[in-house]
């Protein structure tokens, strides 16, 4: 922020003030040269007397404007320290809205940080439960499979059997019709002879 100004019609009084007293100093100088150059000695006593005045004139007019200077740039020092003290204050207010406002975001993401990283312990954990169920159904697939295997094998196996089983009753049915065909030519022999016997009897 820049320093206040010292008001326009200020500056023109402290111009006005330094104008006259320069303008004394002037005259005293320009009378006392007079008299000198005039040679009387009563004159140069009188313009001595009046250079004299006009030059404490001159210097109490300065040392006013002096001390008029110190007062006014010693009241522009305290409206500066104010004008600093009030933004100063502005900026301290600001800077802990700020804060505030930077620590509720902070919190608010801390929060959804938390929020987050419980929902991903949450979906881990059931992605490890998904893991466990699908371990375990592929066990049983793998168990359902190689028991479907071995009763294929066993299927097959039986099947195996039974074909031998149908081929040996099939040799068994063949070897029962040769059986009875002999057994009907041996009872047929035999009621043959009996009956021969029979007659020779």
Not at 103 to 109: E, K, V
Not at 179 to 187: G, I
């Amino acid at each position: 922020m820049a320093s206040p100004q010292a008001p326009a019609g200020r500056r023109r009084q402290r111009s006005t003030r330094l104008t006259v007293a320069v303008v004394l100093l002037i005259a005293a100088a320009a009378l006392v040269g007079a008299a000198v150059l005039s040679g009387r000695p009563g004159l140069v006593v009188v313009a001595a007397v009046v250079a004299v005045g006009l030059g404490a004139a001159a210097t109490r007019i300065t040392h006013a404007e002096l001390v008029a200077t110190r007062r006014d740039a010693a009241r522009d020092r305290a409206e500066q320290a104010q004008a600093y003290r009030l933004i100063t204050a502005e900026r301290t207010a600001e800077n802990e809205a700020f804060a505030e406002t930077m620590l509720g975001r902070i919190a608010r993401h801390e929060q959804s940080i938390c929020e987050l990283e419980d929902a991903v312990t949450s979906a881990q954990h059931r992605a490890a439960e998904a893991v466990r169920k699908l371990n375990a159904e592929a066990r049983r697939a793998d168990a359902a499979e190689r028991d479907g295997a071995a009763l294929a094998v066993r299927l097959t196996d039986a099947e195996q059997v039974a074909a031998e089983a149908v081929t040996r009753v099939t040799e068994l049915e063949h070897e029962l019709d040769a059986t009875k065909a002999e057994l009907d030519v041996v009872t047929r022999a035999w009621r043959e002879a009996e009956a021969a016997q029979r007659r020779h009897a």
